[in-house]
């Protein structure tokens, strides 16, 4: 089993910047992808940012804004957020993928105010 734990959710202003971090314990063995998705309301759960087999996979809407980084030494992975925009809006949700199981973490909230 998997456990992750994201932080670093908030409040910020259009134009702002934030990073989120997802923790991973347990048995991270054999993780073949992780990132982020994020889900806003009304709308589909949707992919953000990950890191699958050494590639990095990004959204078009976040492409040139966001950047997916692992640390394996720490079991995190970060997704640094800058020139966020109102429809960023969501709850970012960590994802891992191991041995076709999927993973989620909580989920950590971040509005970008205009």
Same mark, same amino acid.
Request: with cysteine.
């Given at each position: ?5 994201e ?6 202003q ?6 989120l971090?997802?923790?991973?314990s347990?048995s ?9 998705? /994020? ?11 990950v ?8 959204? &078009?809407?976040?492409k040139? /804004?966001?950047?997916?980084? /692992? &640390?394996?030494a ?13 429809? &960023? ?9 191991? /041995? ?15």
């Open positions: 089993q998997v456990r992750l734990v932080s670093g959710g908030g409040l910020v259009t134009g702002g910047s934030l990073r971090s997802c923790a991973a347990g991270t063995f054999g993780i073949n992808a992780i990132g982020w998705y /994020r889900q806003a309301p009304g709308k589909q759960r949707e992919l953000v940012a890191i699958s087999s050494g590639e990095t996979i990004y959204a &078009d809407s976040v040139g /804004r966001f950047t997916i980084s /692992r &640390d394996n720490k079991n995190t992975v970060y997704l640094q957020m800058s020139s966020l925009k109102p429809e &960023d809006t969501a709850v970012y949700v960590c994802n891992a993928r191991q /041995r076709g199981l999927n993973y989620w973490g909580q989920g950590t909230q971040v509005t970008v105010s205009s």
